[in-house]
């Protein structure tokens, strides 16, 4: 037996995506923009535009698979650390395995999708709280990163092509003079993926419907175990493509890295609108949400604010997104 939502019952796409909080987080956006841009006549120009969207790419997509695992109610303190490790399974396959790059790529991306696995093995099997088992699958891939590389950064020095995934600028061929990093493609592409999988697959249908009554889910007949460790191996998936071009960029695997790019996916993903409560929540939120974290820590660094300063502004920008969306479900 399937879940079955009646048209008189299902949410509307306005409570459901948040139409109300996108809105306010795009206008939001567009005012950082035209702030900044009056502030410093460096800020709107094109290399400093393309520096932002590169910034954006990794933590991106970071924020983009962790917005599936928030829309079930859930949280994944672990996107960093499997991005670092990911990283390193390809460095290690590729330089010193010796592999071709696709092999690489795959071994990475097969690797975020198994950590997310246990993840949400822990979550839905194991019944540990999400915050606890992904906090434990975090310190695992730390661990297991420094194991794998022996401590040291593992640089790709044989394959100069790798450094072209994400560095490369494919786009100028076809426009010349238009030298947008690849990044910022493979991040757009890896939203319409996520957008597709949220909106128009079963996979979104029931995202949806574990983050709103994960119990009236079960009763309705829907595997909810099985479903929450696809959604968290979705997740890590992300993560891996995030894993890859954080290698691309550096041109290395730095196994020390990666440790706090959680919260600040976490933190597009609720300023984007996505409820921490689940149910509800967009990928263009969290594009949105990703690209205000880029603009205002783009922003901040063109007017010399300290980096000290930097971070309190921003934790002060996340507190009131949650802050939003308490009152908006308070309200609902």
């Known amino acids: 037996m399937e879940l079955s939502v009646s048209p008189s019952s299902k949410p509307s796409v306005l409570k459901r995506s948040g139409a109300a909080q996108k809105l306010l987080a795009f206008a939001s956006l567009i005012l950082l923009i035209v702030v900044f841009s009056l502030s410093s006549a460096n800020f709107f120009k094109f290399d400093n535009i393309v520096g932002i969207l590169l910034a954006t790419a990794v933590t991106g997509i970071l924020a983009l698979g962790s917005t599936f695992v928030i829309i079930t109610g859930g ?3 672990a996107v960093g650390t499997v991005m670092t490790f990911c990283s390193v399974i390809a460095g290690v396959i590729i330089t010193y395995g010796g592999a071709p790059i696709p092999f690489g790529i795959a071994g990475a991306i097969g690797a975020g999708a198994l950590c997310g ?9 194991m019944k540990i709280p999400p915050f606890i088992a992904t906090l434990a699958v975090m310190m695992i891939t ?4 420094l194991v794998i590389s022996g401590t040291k950064p593992v640089y790709f020095v044989d394959t100069p092509a790798f450094a072209q995934i994400a560095m490369g ?7 010349p003079g238009l030298a947008i990093p690849n990044a910022v493609f493979i991040f757009f592409g890896m939203a319409i993926l996520a957008s597709l999988l949220l909106s128009k697959t079963i996979v979104g249908r029931y995202n949806f419907a574990l983050g709103s009554n994960e119990e009236a889910t079960r009763l309705s007949g829907v595997n909810v175990r099985f479903w929450k460790i696809v959604i968290y191996t979705i997740t890590g998936v992300f993560s891996g493509v995030a894993g890859i071009l954080m290698a691309s960029r550096l041109n290395s695997a730095q196994p020390a890295l990666g440790q706090g790019y959680e919260l600040e996916a976490i933190a597009a993903v609720v300023i984007g609108g996505t409820s921490l409560s689940g149910g509800k929540g967009s990928i263009l939120g969290t594009v949105i949400g990703a690209l205000i974290m880029s603009v205002l820590t783009n922003g901040l660094r063109i007017l010399s604010v300290p980096q000290e300063w930097q971070t309190v502004i921003i934790g002060g920008v996340v507190v009131l997104a949650v802050y939003t969306d308490i009152l908006r479900r308070r309200k609902g």
Request: hydrophobic share 50%.
């Open 169 to 175: 600028t494919a786009v100028e061929k076809l426009v």
């Open 75 to 77: 949280i994944d303190l």
């Open 117 to 125: 696995a246990a993840s949400g093995f822990a979550v839905s099997r």
């Open 142 to 145: 730390k661990g297991l990163s």
